[in-house]
């Protein structure tokens, strides 16, 4: 009973919030696209549905935090693919044993640090979406150093012993 009353109380609320939203905004209703400026009730005038006045997520806060996502995991991708060619090579004995195996160990390492920021990121995420532009641009960009250490690891080992 009780439960009942208050979800009508929060319909009523709802519908009193979208009336007063669209009193000077023009909107389109997501069903038929038509503009819903101005209704009177919580149903579209145009095709009848119901509607819903709701609180959604920044999306540009999201996008630094997907960008981060991308740019590790470039890093990763690519150290596995050539991680998979250098085990290939290692078992049918191509080339020099020692050099591919030292390759292997430096893309591995790849890996790994690569697996720990993705995880560090994703734990972060949160905290991320709190942050200003700036900082969060700041952040991202730290995050390129993730494939380049990776990259760095793989070149040291190939060129520079
Ligand atoms: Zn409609």
Known sequence: M???????????????????YLRDRDRSCPQCEKNIRGITSQCCPHCGIELILRIGLDQSNFTSFIAGIIIITSGLGFSVFVLFLLICAVLTSIGNISQLQQLVVALGL????????????????????????????????????????????????????
């Open 2 to 20: 009780n439960e009942s009353k208050s979800q009508s109380d929060v319909r009523a609320t709802n519908s009193e919030g979208l009336t007063d």
């Open 110 to 161: 790849g890996i790994v640090i690569s697996l720990v920021a993705l995880l560090l990121w994703l734990r972060l995420g949160r905290w991320m979406r709190c942050q200003t532009k700036g900082r969060r641009r700041f952040i991202v960009a730290l995050s390129m150093l993730v494939p380049l250490t990776s990259l760095a690891l793989f070149l040291m080992v190939r060129y520079f012993r």
